[in-house]
């Protein structure tokens, strides 16, 4: 396996990122240590791969685990059906296994000729047992094929990258593997950053009264679920695309649906910080 050079991740142009967040990718890619990014949801932990393989110019390998994946299943899989299949209609050789062996997304990133970027996202999704099954492999860069008698080793490092939701506690011995961050959710400052990224022609006004009941609404605790980047920013779209005034974002929150996506919240702020005036639904003066 050869050596993975280090490269200086600074973002890219679509992701902004933070100052500790780029220390900790770079610091993932010097040791060459799986990077494991934990945050809210709508902090960008997904972005972050493909922000990294677009910035630093690396094929994406994204593995998106679910609560039935196993971790076999990254490594390679064994098509007994279709040797089965072959066998009996086909004109194939099947004596030969390895035409039956397919790479899973480990796999392809350890055998990729050039290094790439791997993507295990959501990794407590699955059986606690999950990363524990992949221990050796992460930390040796190489799994052996039974089948074949044929042992699979990186030929490059990937720059690999895990996100996690914290549905579950990750085994001790995984997260010593790993280089680890948390994403905090953004300031008011940075979430401008981001914000320009996705509009850059955004009014002034428009911003700063969006961001204002953006941060309202994320300081009641009583929401199950609070307003996250992505609903900002399918609100500014929104209301773009409705031509709604400056002055009247603060007033009654159009389209509030866009941004809280619990009945139980949407009930509780109508309740709560709400009147009808007319037919309209107005904050109250606090």
């Not at 900790?24 to 493909?50: C, D, F, H, Q, W």
């Not at 194939?92 to 295990?120: C, M, N, S, W």
């Not at 990186?154 to 996100?163: D, E, G, K």
């Not at 085994?171 to 979430?191: N, Q, S, T, V």
Request: charged share 30%; net charge negative.
């Amino acid at each position: 396996m050869k050596n993975a050079s280090f490269d200086q991740f600074k973002g890219s142009a679509d992701y902004v990122t933070s100052e500790p967040l780029r220390n900790a990718v770079n610091v993932s890619i010097a040791l060459g240590r799986p990077l494991l990014i934990r945050g809210e949801p709508g902090t960008g932990k997904t972005m972050l791969a493909r922000s990294i393989a677009k910035a630093l110019e690396k094929k994406l390998i994204t593995w998106h685990v679910k609560s039935t994946t196993k971790a076999q299943e990254g490594l390679y899989l064994y098509d007994t059906v279709q040797r089965l299949n072959d066998s009996r209609f086909g004109d194939k050789d099947v004596a030969d296994i390895k035409h039956y062996i397919k790479l899973g997304k480990l796999g392809r990133a350890f055998t990729a000729p050039e290094q790439v970027v791997l993507l295990i996202d959501e990794v407590d999704k699955a059986d606690i047992e999950f990363p524990n099954d992949l221990l050796n492999e992460l930390d040796e860069m190489s799994f052996h094929i039974p089948e074949t008698n044929e042992t699979i080793t990186a030929v490059h490092r990937p720059v690999t990258v895990i996100t996690s939701n914290a549905e579950k506690e990750l085994p001790d011995a995984f997260l010593r593997r790993c280089i680890f961050h948390y994403i905090e959710f953004p300031d008011a400052k940075l979430m401008e950053e981001i914000v320009g990224v996705h509009f850059p022609d955004l009014k002034p006004g428009l911003l700063k009264e969006a961001l204002k009941v953006f941060y309202s609404l994320r300081e009641i605790e009583e929401f199950r679920k609070k307003p996250s980047t992505s609903e900002l920013i399918d609100w500014i779209r929104a209301l773009m695309a409705g031509g709604i005034p400056h002055d009247d974002i603060a007033k009654g929150v159009p389209f509030m649906g866009t941004l809280l996506k619990k009945e139980t919240d949407y009930d509780y702020f109508v309740n709560n910080y709400m009147t009808r005036v007319g037919d309209t639904l107005v904050i109250r003066r606090r």
